[in-house]
T-cell receptor, first 115, second 112 residues
Framework: DTEVTQTPKHLVMGMTNKKSLKCEQH?????MYWYKQKAKKPPELMFV???????INESVPSRFSPECPNSSLLNLHLHALQPEDSALYLC??????????????FGPGTRLTVL | AQSVSQHNHHVILSEAASLELGCNYS??????LFWYVQYPGQHLQLLLK??????LVKGIKGFEAEFIKSKFSFNLRKPSVQWSDTAEYFC??????????FGDGTTLTVKP
């Protein structure tokens, strides 16, 4: 089973709202990732967690706040977003970050619209 | 710094035609190379991957890719495409540092 699940599928929020995206995997993977994908563009890496610790932050604005409460769950807390933050947010997981022969498996994404 | 370049932005083929999508990468260390496919309205799915060993790798749905180290290339091929292969194709490079870089993608349209 190589399933990564994400909720919600769609989210519409105002610029003053606070919301959270959720990602879950039960493959025993110890690395989890958040990506942002704009229409007709490739996924862009935002954050990487390794063994529940934040290991990579690709200079993402502080209005995006990741959290990894346990090895199966990854959250992305959103606050005071801008309309240009509207995108598909993808979660991925892999066995262990930074080793050879590691493969990332992607979830279906959350389509976020900021009004 | 690492980068991935996909030369073909949009490819249009008729069914049964052969496919080759180009991918070149730039990175000085050990690379893991991938092709992912994103069908309309669906999530990214792994097509195939290369880590080491035989430079010709086979993936799902009849796709294969060849790693040519001297050319820093990892081109995707399929001998005979089907209408159902219509999708966005991404070449990606993952490094041991945990960083991942995707190419800009190639939109493949297969006409029935």
């Amino acid at each position: 089973d190589t399933e990564v699940t994400q909720t919600p599928k769609h989210l519409v929020m105002g610029m003053t709202n606070k919301k959270s995206l959720k990602c879950e995997q039960h493959m025993g993977h110890r690395a989890m990732y958040w990506y942002k994908q704009k229409a007709k563009k490739p996924p862009e890496l935002m954050f990487v967690y390794s063994y529940e610790k934040l290991s990579i932050n690709e200079s993402v604005p502080s209005r995006f706040s990741p959290e990894c409460p346990n090895s199966s769950l990854l959250n992305l807390h959103l606050h005071a977003l801008q309309p240009e933050d509207s995108a598909l947010y993808l979660c991925a997981s892999s066995q262990v970050r930074g080793v050879t022969e590691d493969t990332q498996y992607f979830g279906p994404g959350t389509r976020l619209t900021v009004l | 710094a690492q980068s991935v370049s996909q030369h073909n932005h949009h490819v249009i083929l008729s069914e049964a035609a052969s496919l080759e999508l180009g991918c070149n990468y730039s990175y000085g260390g050990t690379v893991n190379l991938f092709w992912y496919v994103q069908y309309p309205g669906q999530h990214l799915q792994l097509l195939l991957k290369y880590f080491s060993g035989d430079p010709l790798v086979k993936g799902i749905k009849g796709f294969e890719a060849e790693f040519i180290k001297s050319k820093f290339s990892f081109n995707l091929r399929k001998p005979s495409v089907q209408w159902s292969d219509t999708a966005e194709y991404f070449c990606a490079l993952f490094t041991n540092a945990g960083k991942s870089t995707f190419g800009d993608g190639t939109t493949l349209t297969v006409k029935p």
